[in-house]
């Protein structure tokens, strides 16, 4: 029997379970180019933690902007390696945020995909840390108080918070502090892959059984590299053409602890959520107003309550537009310069976030079952 | 007609640099602006040149090392001469020594200018809302201060600087430097100038971003394409 087999496959019996895994027609046909995204984030995710780890090698704690000027100046297409970095975060978000929304647009978080859902909220939570933890890297005029701030309210917490503000950010913000961040930054980043094999082993225990379907090889290897291609293509536009979209101005320029910047925006990935701080008073209201927002989405399997494999009606898609504006609108608002309308707005549209998933979404999904 | 397009369109790419030349200040342009924009080699060593007399004299570049310079278009032997004529504690400067802060410290920087320190320069208009036009608009923005409004001493009413206070007096006038390509250096013209040689400062890896990112996008363009068809024809075949 062996001598009909491939020489390495009777050596290594794994390449042809590996083989059968690429071929196998166990895949549904007609899966559209957006179910590719969950791919095109994994790669873009392991693009960043390579452009990272050159970044890595040069950044210091002790010096971090001018350590970052010497990167873009003085180190060969060091210049490049920081705009795939600061440009990879913009596609990795910009591909979450539209996950996201896609499933709320086809409520796959119902039956069976919940567990799913719950990993797709934790993984969007644990990306924003990261996130933020990489702004604050660059040690900017903004970012630099928005650290201060940070690491001033979580000391001020009693208790347990408080003791974890301390193990987390040393002391008082300064080089050490983010020698720390750099490793949880880098840690955590690698922590997504865990939750990205969680995510694909619960997509595969959502999805139906297929009885005539395609093999991954050629089928869907050739669609993810078309989707692939297209990807890159938006972001060599972005990295060339728009290297510092979304993001704040005042913050390319050095800290200074004598001087508050006029506009604090964080970049555009974080305002969605981290702009929500703003409306609650307090070091706690920030924290509520964080896990508030992410609570809600996890508690979404049981807020619609329309019933499991049903696709969405007119309404559901209608309300869902009306959220994607309010979430846009947030986002563009706090780009502005503060004011007192500004301030009024933001908690407008934020009730509305809330608004939405606490009584619109029950509401009307109930209306829609009956 | 398409021949009468393209030779419309050659045309136009004739005539821009001339247009740009005629006047670039009313109202104020610059070759780095836009998408496809790029340095104008000329302008930035005019810049520098009204950096290095009126800027250098108070403020600092310290991500900037006179090397480079070669960015701008001077010769290793323009650069050395050029070092060798600023005068560092520990001599005259290099090649490879930063662009001199003018002051010891921020304390004796600070004592100079009423409280206010100069800001660093390097990378001042990638820091500024507005970038490169703020920049212009702040050199060119000294005026005298409305009837009901009182300055702080040692401040000079300008009407781009956010309070409209500065404490920096007005750095350029008429014929502060002499252009060794024949351009009048009027006080507008200079502040144009040095707003492009800053750009420069911030972003000197603009030009070549600009080149690798064509490439890439013409050949990413290409392959989606290629990508796509091949694609459909697979799953063409499937059915």
């Known amino acids: 029997m062996s001598g009909t087999k491939p020489w390495l496959d009777t050596r290594l019996p794994a390449l042809e379970s590996f083989r059968a895994f690429f071929a196998a027609p166990v895949l549904p046909r007609e899966r559209p180019y957006l179910a590719t995204l969950p791919v095109l984030i994994t790669g873009a995710l392991i693009f960043q933690v390579l452009s990272g780890l050159v970044l890595s090698l040069f950044y210091n704690p002790a010096d971090a902007y001018n350590s970052i000027q010497f990167i873009d100046r003085n180190i060969n297409y060091g210049w490049l390696i920081h705009a795939f970095h600061e440009t990879g975060t913009t596609m990795i978000f910009g591909a979450v945020f539209f996950s996201l929304f896609r499933a709320l647009w086809l409520r796959s978080y119902k039956t069976p995909g919940e567990v799913l859902w719950f990993f797709s909220v934790a993984q969007f939570g644990l990306l924003l840390l990261v996130g933020y933890l990489g702004y604050v890297l660059a040690d900017g005029t903004v970012s630099y108080w928005s650290l201060a701030s940070t690491v001033s309210g979580a000391f001020g917490l009693s208790g347990f918070p408080g003791a974890i503000g301390v193990w987390f950010f040393g002391g008082a913000d300064g080089a050490g502090t983010l020698a720390r961040l750099v490793v949880f930054h880098a840690v955590l980043a690698l922590a997504v892959f865990g939750i990205l094999f969680l995510e694909y082993l619960a997509r595969r225990g959502a999805e139906p059984k297929v009885t005539h379907g395609v093999g991954l090889h050629p089928y869907y290897t050739s669609q993810y590299f078309a989707a692939f291609v297209v990807f890159a293509l938006i972001f060599a536009v972005l990295v060339f053409f728009a290297p510092h979209l979304g993001e704040n101005p005042l913050n390319r320029g050095p800290a200074d602890p004598l001087v508050l910047p006029v506009a604090v925006a964080p970049p555009w990935f974080l305002l969605p959520v981290g702009n929500v701080g703003h409306v609650f008073p307090g070091v706690w209201g920030t924290i509520f107003a964080v896990l508030a927002r992410l609570a809600v989405l996890v508690a979404l399997p049981w807020l619609d309550r329309s019933a499991p494999g049903k696709p969405a009606g007119f309404l559901h898609k209608l309300l869902l537009l009306v959220l994607a504006l309010d979430v846009i609108l947030l986002t563009v608002w706090a780009m502005q310069p503060p004011s007192l309308i500004g301030e009024v707005v933001a908690v407008l549209l934020t009730a509305y976030f809330f608004f939405h998933f606490l009584v619109l979404l029950p509401f009307f999904s109930a209306l829609e079952a009956r | ?239």
């Open chain 2, 1 to 239: 007609m398409r021949r009468l397009l393209i030779a419309a369109l050659a045309l136009a790419v004739l005539a821009a640099p001339h247009a740009r030349a005629e006047d670039t200040l009313n109202p104020p342009r610059w070759q780095s602006e836009g998408v496809f924009g790029s340095y104008d080699i000329a302008a930035l060593q005019r810049g520098f040149l009204v950096y290095q007399t009126v800027c250098a004299a108070c403020h600092s570049a310290s991500a900037l090392h006179y090397r480079d310079l070669d960015g701008i278009g001077f010769s290793t032997e323009q650069i050395a001469a050029l070092a060798s004529g600023v005068k560092l504690a520990s001599g005259p400067a290099t090649l490879d020594d930063i662009f001199k802060n003018p002051y010891p410290d921020t304390t004796a920087a600070a004592a100079a200018f009423s409280g206010a320190i100069p800001p660093d320069l390097s990378t001042i208009v990638a820091a500024r809302p507005g970038g490169t036009k703020y920049v212009y608009r702040l050199l060119t923005g000294y005026a005298a201060a409305p009837a009901d409004m009182t300055l702080l001493p040692g401040h000079y009413y300008n009407t781009a600087f956010p309070g409209q206070q500065i404490a920096m007096p007005p750095p350029l006038k008429d014929g502060q430097v002499q252009y060794a390509d024949g351009v009048t250096a009027s006080a507008a013209q200079e502040a144009s100038d040095v707003a492009a040689f800053l750009t420069w400062a911030s972003d000197p890896n603009l030009d070549a971003s600009k080149e690798i990112g064509l490439r890439a996008v013409l050949f990413l363009v290409f392959l989606s394409f290629v990508a796509i068809a091949t694609k459909r024809k697979i799953w063409r075949e499937s059915v």
